[in-house]
């Protein structure tokens, strides 16, 4: 497991270490003085104090005190984190979109901040792995799209080894990119790296699909995603199936 610290961090490097935390999926704690504002199906506000705010890879954000084994304030998964520097501040906001939640921590500094791969080791045999999630997909490939055909998993390329290579009822190229969690724009730009080595690979003008598999996305991901010309498609890594169908 990787893991960056900062003890102390002036806000700009804060910041940066932030939004590359937030790219990587990690997960994030920051410990500073801070206020907390949250403004959703109520309003709420925290004046200046020693606190500890978890960003979780989920996109759950919490707010905890020195107090109590509950939170303060909490913002639910599926949020996206964002963060930025303003009038000296350090601010982070987790948004959510339905219903309209934000959550707004503003550092006036900070004392420390780590950032954690959690990813699980792929040696060891965990239920709802990437492992899974690809068996399921072998095994089912008609959940990623009617008519794909699996041909390889861990097929070769330039950019290095895709997750499964396929190719759908037209008889077009397919990358498969499988996430086991909730990704951001670093995997929209892993699988665009797949996409344009096939490309080069193949030649001749070939059309390559791109298709991320993973419980959900991050807004920013959507939106690059769809400037990419890439598709989506929702699985629940522990069962195979969409979230919204895990007990079909």
Known sequence: MTVTTLHRPAHRDALTHLEDAFRRGDLITVFGRCTVEYDGRASSSLGPGERLLLLKPDGSALVHTDEQRTPVNWQPPGCDHFASVRDGRLRVRSVRRSPEELLDVRFDWVHHLAAYDVTDPDDLDLQGSEADLKEYVVANPERID??????????ETDAGPMDVF????????VAVELKRRRVGPDAVGQLRRYVDALERELGDGTAIRGILV???????AATLLERDGLEFVALDPATGRPPDDADA
């Open 146 to 155: 009617p008519g794909f055909e699996p041909l390889a998993t861990e097929r």
């Open 166 to 173: 396929g190719e759908d009822e037209a008889g077009r190229p």
């Open 214 to 220: 993973a419980p959900s996305v991050t807004d920013r």
